[in-house]
């Protein structure tokens, strides 16, 4: 049996209507499905997630779980709109290190939701959702827009570009570098896998392309792109205060999945308290191997709680949190 045709057996399946109609129901706020083992959660997941109901993020445990369920839904859903929202740092008891690859996963997803992308479906665990992000306006503020026909001068984008801290190289071979060559510009942003190649004809935008660091050669047309910087490094700079949860940038009809929304809570909460009793060490360890505070940078269980009661929520764990408004049975084995 096909991955296909294994969703096309949970798509009939009779609990699938009802949560499309539960979903449909604003007065439902709860849901509880009981009985889904192993990838049964993520393969009914991506039923629902194809029926575009509503935007969904989807919380698993840790690093590892939240990678195997990303990986099951990219498998039926393809990795269009289906995106990973992980940590930006590399914990341990000592210290935090920037992850410079995840930083372009989360500056991605933020980008994406700035834009209000319909569709979207994200994955991500305690440890990414403690972390704070920039603020709308401020990412607003770093991002350089460009698209296909726009009348604009070169000299204007390297002007943006080196504001916002992007280095000026021969050749672009990672994000936060910019190289020129005549009417042609390559940039590597924060918010793409792959840089862009932006090739002019006088003031204007002729056409937009990704391309391959190794081979320099140019993949998939694009119509237009953002452009956006470091923007851990721009905090930093600029201090906390344009700091927000991450879930200051999910529409209000957004589903928060999960499988235990307390031991969710308990789990940013200690998240939290682990980067304070870290903070002091850090700070002393900083010179020697680049270690970085995150005292400042991590929202607590309260804070998230406070703000995850805004959205509706799905559970699909052993048992509810509290008398769910609805409870859907499973009996996968």
């Known amino acids: ?9 949970y798509a009939a399946h009779p609990n699938t209507a009802v949560m499309e ?30 029926q575009d109901v509503c935007p969904f993020v ?16 990219t498998q039926v859903l393809g990795t269009e709109k289906v995106l990973f929202f992980p940590s930006s740092f590399r914990r341990s008891i000592k210290y935090g290190q920037k992850d410079a690859a995840n930083e372009i996963l989360r500056t991605e997803v933020l980008s994406r939701l700035q834009k209000g992308e319909e569709g979207l479906c994200i994955v991500t665990y305690p440890d ?10 401020e990412l607003s503020d770093k991002t350089l827009k460009l698209n296909v026909g726009e009348k604009l001068d070169t000299t204007f984008i390297t002007d943006v570009l080196h504001s916002y801290g992007f280095e000026y190289v021969d050749y672009v071979y990672e994000p936060g570098q910019y190289a020129v060559r005549g009417s042609i510009i390559d940039v590597f942003s924060f918010s793409s896998e792959c840089p862009f190649r932006i090739d002019f004809f006088g003031d204007e935008v002729e056409s937009i392309r990704t391309f391959e660091v190794e081979s320099q050669l140019s993949k998939e047309k694009k119509e237009d792109i953002v452009i956006v910087p470091d923007l851990s490094r721009s ?14 940038f999910l529409r209000p009809d ?46 607590d269980g309260g804070e998230f709680t406070l703000r995850a009661l805004d959205f509706r929520r799905m559970e699909f764990g052993t048992k509810p949190t509290g008398t769910p408004d609805a409870t859907v049975s499973f009996s996968t084995a």
């Open 235 to 248: 905090l930093e700079q600029g201090g906390n205060g344009g700091m927000v949860s991450f879930l200051d």
């Open 128 to 137: 990414a959702l403690a972390e704070k992000v920039v603020s709308r306006k």
């Open 254 to 299: 957004t589903l928060l999945a999960m499988r235990d929304f307390l031991w969710l809570r308990e789990r940013i909460q200690a998240v939290h308290d682990e980067s304070l009793t870290a903070a002091a060490i850090a700070a002393r360890e900083a010179e020697e191997n680049g270690a970085i505070s995150l005292e400042g940078k991590l929202i």
């Open 58 to 73: 989807f919380v698993l445990g840790d690093l590892e779980e939240a990678g195997y369920f990303y990986h099951d839904l």
């Open 21 to 50: 109609r539960l979903l449909k129901d604003a007065s439902v706020q709860t849901i509880f499905c009981g009985g889904l083992c192993a990838s049964s959660a993520s393969l009914f997941s991506s039923v629902l997630v194809k």
């Open 1 to 9: 049996m096909t991955i296909t045709e294994l969703q096309q057996q």
